[in-house]
């Protein structure tokens, strides 16, 4: 991960994502709704709702979307059925692309990422193709502007608060967490105090690949139109945009 901005990636992604802001609402409906149907309503007592409500915050998702969606999981009936999907594959240069789904029709979904892939100039890969090139990891990022805390002091919080590495730059504090401990370190550095600008769980590429603008621009048209696909949940690349 050293070398390796996170940060960069969100910020760079986030004007793209903001004008698909209802769709992304939709999509966090679904997760919230898997969530609370297999694990219960209650945050507190469902580490995996807790989670998605984290993104959905992150978000800015209206609390009526969110009460809807957990509604909807808790009523009587047998509701709506998803299966998580995994799909690996390759952009420009060999890029590792490694996109989540959350799915009622694995066909129709393995047939729109294909195309999303193939049509754009990538290739769909076999299962177990990419994946072994990302971790599993917790991540936070606290951004640095009005925070005065220098780099020791931040990492002796991190280590404390059971965090594995912390990356430091002007502009933002990059801490990642084994995936098990991620909840305990976010828990822990938000009682310090600390705002965090961004708490997730995500898929960290092992190593990463500088891209040509051109190169680049391929790689966001397959990042785009996989994220427009109602089904697909997250898009991780081991691309360094």
Do not use: C
């Amino acid at each position: 991960m050293a070398g390796h901005s996170k940060w960069n990636n969100i910020k760079q992604r986030k004007g793209a994502q903001d004008a698909k802001r209802g769709k992304i609402f939709q999509k966090l409906s679904r997760e919230i709704y898997m969530a609370a149907k297999s694990g219960g309503p209650d945050p507190a007592s469902n580490p995996s709702l807790r989670l998605v409500l984290d993104k959905a915050k992150a978000a800015n998702m209206p609390n009526d979307n969110v009460q809807r969606a957990i509604k909807k999981a808790t009523s009587a009936g047998e509701g709506d059925n998803y299966d998580e999907v995994v799909y690996e594959g390759y952009g420009p240069a060999g890029v590792a692309i490694l996109v989540h789904a959350l799915t009622d029709n694995k066909n129709r979904t393995a047939t729109n990422v294909r195309v999303a892939i193939n049509k754009n100039g990538g290739s769909l890969g076999e299962t177990g193709s990419v994946a072994y090139m990302f971790d599993r990891k917790g991540y936070i990022a606290i951004v640095r502007e009005g925070l005065d805390v220098d780099e020791d002091t931040m990492l002796m919080s991190v280590l404390e608060a059971g965090g594995e590495e912390l990356e430091a730059s002007e502009e933002v504090f990059e801490i990642y967490t084994d995936a098990s401990d991620f909840a305990d370190v976010r828990d822990a550095l938000e009682k310090e105090g600390y705002v965090l600008a961004q708490a997730e769980l995500t898929m960290v590429p092992q190593m990463v690949t500088d891209l040509s603008e051109e190169h680049q621009a391929i790689l966001e048209t397959i990042v785009d139109a996989l994220e427009d696909d109602d089904d697909v949940s997250d898009v991780y690349t081991s691309a360094n945009m």
